[in-house]
């Protein structure tokens, strides 16, 4: 089966209550929140906020998709700092009560240590780990070479941004057969250009992303940057487009 969510990133600023109120009214079954210092849900987060931000999501009847978090596996640095905020991640989503995390690779350093360091952690809570592709991985064939080594595909996996892998040379055929079982999230997304719009207007090959996808299951999510680029249009009418989109390839 396969679910239809919103990420939290077209609507900054805006309360969880409000987010999960609009993507109800646009038919999703979930929510992707970006856990960021500026938002309202972040790792500092106190035990009563943890049960005001899972009340908002359910009251709607939505679940949370996934935590959209910033940490990369990859930086530069020591591994401390690292570590850490993938362990403040997965421990916000089990306390929220979110099936994954969502993080970025974001270099070049070794990342295998880092993410075996919360193997554990991944396990006892029951949350996922899903490697973007993005940045310093951009296709699929980059982004899984982080995630196979563990041979764990429901403890770490990918998020397959739908413009990187395209933008980069990686057709969504060749996408999606380099990530296998090891694809467990889809953000679909549009753009002409650097800048957003609307799906459907861009360049991005969604029908061809929407066709590799059937028979696949988990959630598909749209990812509205106005977070990035303030001065594209509010989040509507690019998630009335992304749901048709969805509803056109949700099955077979």
Avoid: N
């Avoid at 764990?152 to 739908?162: C, I, M, T």
Wanted: with cysteine; aromatic share 8%.
């Amino acid at each position: 089966m396969r679910w239809f969510a919103v990420s939290t990133l077209g609507m900054p600023g805006t309360p969880i209550g409000r987010a999960a109120g609009l993507a109800a009214d646009h038919g999703c079954a979930g929510l992707e929140i970006r856990t960021h210092p500026d938002e309202q849900v972040h790792t500092g987060l106190s035990r009563r906020e943890v049960s005001e931000v899972r009340a908002a999501v359910a009251d709607h009847g939505l679940e949370i998709a996934c935590l959209a978090g910033y940490a990369r596996v990859c930086a530069p640095g020591p591994d401390g700092p690292v570590v850490a905020e993938l362990r403040a991640l997965v421990d916000l989503a089990h306390r929220l009560g979110a099936p994954s995390v969502r993080v970025f690779p974001g270099g070049d350093v070794e990342s295998r240590d880092r993410i075996g360091e919360v193997l554990d952690d991944l396990r006892s809570s029951g949350v996922r780990l899903l490697v973007e592709t993005h940045d310093s991985h951009p296709t699929g064939e980059e982004a899984v070479r982080l995630v196979r080594p563990f041979g764990a595909p429901e403890l770490v996996s990918v998020l397959w941004d739908a413009l990187h892998p395209w933008r980069h040379g990686e057709a969504p055929a060749r996408t999606r057969e380099v990530l296998g079982e090891y694809l467990a999230y889809f953000q679909v997304k549009d753009a002409v250009g650097a800048t957003p719009v609307v799906p459907g207007l861009g360049a991005v090959p969604l029908a061809e992303c929407g066709e590799v996808l059937r028979g696949w299951s988990g959630w598909v999510s749209l990812e509205w940057e106005k977070a990035w680029y303030p001065d594209i249009p509010p989040v509507d009418a690019p998630l009335r487009a992304a749901a048709k989109w969805f509803a056109e390839y949700r099955t077979g």
